[in-house]
């Protein structure tokens, strides 16, 4: 799944430098002239990054009435400085990034692989797999129960077990990711069970490289669908 773009500004020799930049960083770009236009998009359809260029009249407005629009909501305003303006009101604009006019390449790759970051792992932090590898719980007294991994996030993970368990005792989970180099191994806690033998657990504790490696594996499958 591509992340998308929409470019406010008419500065045409400054949105193809944008357009090649958020193509590098595999992002659709859109791009509208008119800040009314904008919005009449945005209240359509999901915007996940928005760049504005605030040298545009009516960028204040444009500002104001995004505020108000709820279908904002999830995007993330970039706002491009114009050689004119020394400071920039961030909180006004609802800015979460910022640049100047005329763009460094270097500045805009750096600033915009932040925001595309950002948006990534807020997708990433929802966003669920379906999964049908074998998964060992392991109890605090050391008892250990097989199951079959349901669905992963970065948060926790859903499963079937062969046999009951005692939800109080959970203590950490092991499974393996297909292509991945090396096991999950995490700290959990039981978050919820059913009569079917489904439960729900939530990590609680794993290493710096296990994590990385989890969020790696999730954002692959996320691009792939």
Same mark, same amino acid.
């Given at each position: ?12 020799? =400054? ?8 193509? /590098? $960083? ?5 791009? =509208?002239? =008119? ?5 009449? +998009? ?7 990054? $928005? ?12 500002? %104001?009435? #995004? ?8 995007? !993330?305003?970039? !706002? ?25 390449? =270097?500045?805009? !790759?750096?600033? #915009? ?9 807020? +997708?990433? +932090? ?22 079959? $991994? ?17 939800? /109080?005792?959970?203590?950490? !989970?092991?499974?393996? $990711?297909?292509?991945?180099?090396? +096991? ?12 079917? /033998?489904?439960?729900? @657990? %939530? ?6 490289? @296990?994590?990385?490696? #989890?969020? #790696? ?9």
């Amino acid at each position: 799944m591509t992340l998308s773009s929409l470019v406010v500004s008419r500065d045409w020799q =400054e949105v193809s430098v944008l357009e090649c930049i958020l193509g /590098g $960083l595999h992002m659709d770009v859109a791009v =509208e002239s =008119e800040p009314q236009k904008a919005l009449t +998009r945005l209240a359509k359809s999901k915007v996940d990054a $928005l760049i504005v260029d605030r040298d545009l009249n009516g960028t204040p407005q444009f500002f %104001r009435d #995004l505020h108000r629009q709820a279908s904002r909501s999830g995007a !993330v305003p970039l !706002v491009i400085m114009g050689g004119s303006q020394k400071k920039l009101d961030m909180e006004a604009t609802g800015a979460v990034f910022a640049f100047d006019k005329p763009i460094s390449v =270097e500045q805009a !790759v750096r600033t #915009l692989s932040a925001a595309r970051n950002m948006i990534l792992d807020g +997708r990433l +932090r929802y966003h669920r797999a379906g999964l049908d590898v074998p998964v060992t719980l392991t109890s605090r007294n050391q008892k250990r129960v097989a199951g079959q $991994l349901i669905n992963l996030s970065q948060g926790g993970l859903q499963l079937r077990l062969d046999e009951e368990f005692d939800a /109080g005792s959970t203590s950490s !989970v092991s499974f393996e $990711l297909p292509g991945a180099a090396s +096991r999950v191994k995490a700290q959990v806690e039981m978050a919820w069970s059913d009569s079917r /033998g489904n439960i729900g @657990v %939530r990590f609680v504790k794993m290493s710096p490289r @296990v994590k990385e490696s #989890l969020r #790696l594996w999730l954002a692959q499958q996320y691009f792939a669908n």
